[in-house]
């Protein structure tokens, strides 16, 4: 029972919370309710695990909306306002994130080389920034049960698309897991142990977890 050195967290070839940064793109109410790729409730619920997720692990977190200030869209639904609270978000008119300026230049602030990248729809407002980050020399790793797409078809060929271009499928289970790593680490254990029971017991997981124990 004795856990390995912890390994350089910068280096990691896993995701750590000091190697990656996490993206969230366009979770505003028309995206929301457009998604025909999957339970839009399950949706919404594993997306605001991933965004505390970032939050709980002190990820970088880039919040992107589109068309906010130029009305044509509305802000991000509440449930993301809560999840992320206090982080601003980057507007833009642009389809691709990438090609918006600030955008960019929030990702290259981060220093971080891997970008855990959510998005509506998946077929396009995940799809091309995942490609030209790609392209850029960045590891991309898609949260693939809380990003969605306008039908199960164009979900899963963007998915196809991401990753015959060499970016990484995750879940939110394994985010996680993966950030958390070793039980060890007992200062993110009580978040570790909440952001499974506010997802919903994810995966069939099931807590018993006295939280003033």
């Known amino acids: 029972m004795t856990s390995e050195a912890i390994r350089d967290p910068a280096k990691d070839h896993l995701l750590t919370p000091r190697n990656s940064a996490f993206v969230i793109i366009d979770y505003q109410p028309v995206q929301v309710n457009s998604i025909a790729s999957m339970d839009r409730q399950l949706l919404v619920n594993n997306i605001v695990g991933a965004s505390r997720a970032a939050v709980a692990y002190g990820l970088p977190i880039i919040h992107s909306t589109v068309n906010v200030k130029t009305g044509l869209n509305k802000p991000p639904i509440p ?8 982080i601003p978000t980057i507007d833009r008119t642009t389809i691709n994130s990438w090609e918006d300026v600030e955008f960019r230049e929030a990702i290259e602030k981060t220093g971080r080389k891997k970008l855990i ?6 077929e396009a407002c995940l799809t091309f920034p995942a490609l030209d980050a790609l392209a850029e020399g960045y590891e991309v790793y898609v949260v693939v049960d809380a990003v969605g797409g306008t039908s199960v078809a164009a979900h899963e060929a963007a998915l196809r698309r991401i990753e015959q271009a060499g970016g990484k499928m995750i879940s939110v289970p394994q985010l996680f897991c993966e950030l958390q790593r070793d039980w060890k680490r007992s200062e993110t254990v009580p978040a570790f142990i909440d952001l499974f029971i506010q997802t919903g ?3 069939g997981i099931q807590f018993s977890y006295d939280k003033e124990g």
């Not at 449930?79 to 206090?86: C, F, H, Y």
């Not at 990248?117 to 998946?122: D, G, P, R």
Request: no cysteine; proline share 0%; aromatic share 6%.
């Open 79 to 86: 449930q993301i306002r809560k999840a992320l609270e206090g």
């Open 117 to 122: 990248m959510t998005a509506l729809w998946t």
């Open 201 to 203: 017991g994810t995966a």
